[in-house]
């Protein structure tokens, strides 16, 4: 495998799972000129990254430690987990703090029940249907500054 630049110490991002959200992340961070890489188990993924997308693609299943040493995880600085499941987002997010000692890992949590189990491990997390309620109910209650139940 070939890095194609050498990594800082202080800016390296490892996206993990290349569906819509990681691919926007990914063109984000590109666009912003960060370091990142995007491991997805299946290359068909990889075509929802945007031409302009400047970092590195590696297929395979993050899961195994052998993909995570190719993409230079010891390296890396922020590992975000957007895989489709949450139990394979644990593992990976656990597996990388304490084997690899990365300090920030966010993972997107389907589930938000399992929230506290992340929290034990010092895991920040983004659970999308949370942050969708609370959308939706900040629009229904503040619409041109007024409450639409009042
Ligand atoms: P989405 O549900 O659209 O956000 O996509 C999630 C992505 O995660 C898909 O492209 C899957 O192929 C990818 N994915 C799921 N499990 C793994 C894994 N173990 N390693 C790498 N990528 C994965």
Known sequence: MVIYKSREHNDYTIIIGCGRLGASLAASLSNRKKNVSIIDKNKEAFRKLSPSF?????????????ILK?????????????TNNDNTNIMIAQMVK?????????????DPERECVYKEFNID????SILSANKIDE?????????IYA
């Open 139 to 147: 629009l229904l209650n503040i619409k041109n500054g007024e409450s």
């Open 125 to 128: 997390t983004i659970c999308p």
């Open 98 to 110: 304490e084997l690899f000692g990365i300090k920030t890992v966010i993972a997107r949590l389907y």
């Open 54 to 66: 400047g970092g590195l693609t590696l297929e395979g299943d993050a899961t195994y430690i052998d």
């Open 70 to 82: 190719e993409a230079e995880i010891d390296k890396s600085t922020v590992v975000i987990l957007v």
